[in-house]
């Protein structure tokens, strides 16, 4: 009886520190949140990084061989850690990185994966990198080669060894429309919606979880960033993902705030029809851009904390014809 009760309670404690993904025992304490990143399950072998700090929110999938990533945070120093996440999940290698749109919160990590992955993006992404990413790096580096390691460890403080780490990578295979991504067990679709936040935008569908990783399509209950510089069209965008919100989706990752399920992809297409209407109001105002943002932003989106960025949105719809 002592040995049967023995093996009882060793079944029972061996199952409360380990799941399975694939057949793969897993650390449970992945999961246990705390000051350093852990993971999240949004649904089967599909995993969430949760507490990074490090740009926009990243998943990866665990299919039959290997591992897909979506996006790499904004520094080397986070996705390595997102790598040794992976590393305590599952032994297979890491072979594709998703990247959803051109933006450094999303691409900046890059030089923390693996270097022989095969890293996929929109066809307008590359010149978005030369144009966008690329000339901040050069900056960085063309200021260390003039005035030393010590000047911009003064100025940049704790952030320099994050900055001086960013090395980009542009992606490996480009795609117009639509990409699918056969995993063997798994099936990850790219779609890309047309320009709304950038116009190297996309969505990726991990089809048999019906989880959709939306980028920074969507922004869970704070303002979205929404600028010219990039040729954001916030009518378009709102209609993106109002049409995905009809979809069969058990789950919704946006590119920064929480996991949710539909509700936030029809809470994003709200804010943009209520944003539409509230600048119409104030389109013959003699107010200033930044006074008609404030007062916008305290009328109609008093649930969100002030974004300093706002103002461009309202620009973009007061200057729309």
Same mark, same amino acid.
């Given at each position: /009886?002592? =040995?049967?009760?023995?093996? $009882?309670l060793? #079944? ?8 399975? %993904?694939?057949?793969q ?18 649904? &089967?072998?599909?995993? /969430? ?5 490090n740009?926009?929110?990243i %998943? ?6 290997s591992?897909?990533?979506v &996006? ?10 997102? /790598?040794?996440? @992976? ?9 594709y990185?998703?990247?959803?749109? %051109? ?5 900046g990590g @890059? +030089? ?10 929109h066809?307008? !992404?590359? +010149?978005?990198i *030369?144009?966008?990413? $690329?000339?901040g ?13 010590d000047?911009l460890? !003064?100025? =940049?403080?704790? /952030? ?11 992606p ?16 990850v679709?790219?779609?890309y919606?047309?320009? %709304?936040?950038t116009? *190297? ?6 089809k ?7 980028? &920074?399509?969507v922004?869970?209950?704070r303002?979205?960033?929404?600028s ?6 916030? #009518?378009?965008?709102?209609e993106?993902v109002?049409?995905?919100s ?6 919704v ?5 929480d ?7 029809? +809470?994003?297409?709200d =804010?943009? *029809?209520? $944003? ?10 003699? $107010?200033?851009?930044n006074e ?10 008093p649930?969100?904390?002030? #974004?300093? =960025? ?7 719809l007061?200057?729309?014809?």
């Amino acid at each position: /009886m002592y =040995y049967r009760g023995f093996l $009882l309670l060793a #079944a029972i404690v061996l199952a409360t520190v380990i799941i399975s %993904c694939n057949n793969q025992s897993i650390d449970e304490t992945v999961f246990e949140a705390g000051e350093n990143p852990y993971l999240s399950k949004t649904a &089967d072998d599909l995993y /969430m990084v949760e507490n990074l700090n490090n740009g926009g929110n990243i %998943c990866f999938l665990v299919a039959k061989k290997s591992v897909l990533i979506v &996006d790499a945070g904004s520094y080397t120093s986070g996705s390595e850690k997102v /790598m040794e996440l @992976i590393q305590r999940v599952t032994d297979k290698p890491v072979r594709y990185v998703v990247y959803t749109h %051109c933006h450094t919160d999303h691409v900046g990590g @890059i +030089a923390g994966y693996p270097q022989d992955i095969t890293i996929i993006g929109h066809a307008n !992404l590359p +010149a978005n990198i *030369d144009n966008f990413v $690329l000339p901040g790096v050069e900056a960085f580096n063309k200021n260390l080669e003039q005035f030393g390691e010590d000047s911009l460890r !003064l100025r =940049y403080g704790e /952030m320099f060894d994050d900055i001086a780490g960013i090395k980009i990578r542009k992606p490996d295979l480009l795609f117009d429309d639509t990409h699918t991504i056969n995993l063997g067990n798994y099936t990850v679709e790219l779609s890309y919606p047309g320009t %709304c936040h950038t116009t *190297d935008n996309i969505f990726v569908l991990f089809k048999e979880q019906k989880v959709l990783h939306t980028g &920074d399509l969507v922004f869970n209950k704070r303002h979205p960033f929404v600028s010219s510089v990039y040729s954001a069209d916030p #009518a378009k965008w709102g209609e993106s993902v109002k049409e995905w919100s009809k979809e069969d989706l058990a789950a919704v990752i946006p590119g920064h705030g929480d996991v949710g399920g539909v509700e936030i992809l029809v +809470a994003q297409g709200d =804010y943009f *029809d209520k $944003l539409i209407q509230a600048v119409s109001e104030y389109r013959d105002s003699e $107010l200033s851009l930044n006074e008609i943002a404030l007062a916008i932003d305290k009328e109609y989106f008093p649930e969100f904390e002030t #974004a300093g =960025y706002f103002s461009s949105a309202v620009e973009i719809l007061l200057n729309k014809k």
